[in-house]
């Protein structure tokens, strides 16, 4: 029988570079003009979101999950330096309890650490906020993702889903 999910909530975060800001609707505007770059999706599938559409979803996700047994946690990434958007993290914690992690950074802000830096705060929120493991399912040939999987300390598992390979990270609950 499932666990029921830890009492996660996602707050705000701070990183040398880096705001991770609970992500909102009013976050959609800014969000569709840095993401909207159709390699942004040859790994994952879709295309870019304009505003509306994508303000309807972090609507969706800010009101939670329909089970709740499920937390939606994301984040919206600013860089700190400029003040723009450049991305998001998010984490899917789950009744097992497992936290599913994923981020984006807009190609513009791409090659500059900015979402493995993301990526390092986020599993380590997860990890401090009880959640014993941490998982990202990465395309194998995207090498960037592979590289911010591998220094936000997950490792890559034997386990595949829609041709994705798994990587996963346990730890200790309460800490990275």
């Not at 999950?65 to 984040?75: G, H, I, L, T």
């Not at 860089?79 to 789950?94: F, I, K």
């Not at 936290?99 to 090659?111: L, N, S």
């Amino acid at each position: 029988m499932p666990v029921p999910s830890p009492a996660f909530v996602p707050r705000p975060l701070r990183t040398g570079r880096l705001d991770l800001l609970p992500l909102l609707p009013d976050h959609a505007e800014e969000l569709a003009a840095a993401l909207d770059d159709p390699a942004l999706h040859a790994f994952t599938g879709g295309e870019p979101l304009r505003a509306p559409a994508l303000r309807e979803r972090y609507a969706r996700w800010a009101a939670g999950s329909p089970d709740p047994r499920v937390v939606w946690a994301n984040w919206a990434v600013r860089l700190r330096e400029t003040g723009a958007l450049v991305g998001t993290v998010q984490a899917t914690v789950g009744p097992t309890p497992v936290a599913e992690v994923a981020w984006v950074t807009g190609t513009p802000w791409q090659g500059r650490g900015i979402a493995t830096e993301a990526a390092k705060a986020l599993v380590a929120e997860v990890l401090r906020q009880g959640v014993p493991t941490v998982v990202a399912h990465v395309h194998p040939e995207h090498g960037a993702s592979v590289a911010v999987a591998a220094a936000a300390g997950l490792r890559p598992a034997p386990h595949w889903q829609d041709g994705e390979r798994r990587w996963e990270r346990a730890g200790e609950a309460g800490g990275a």
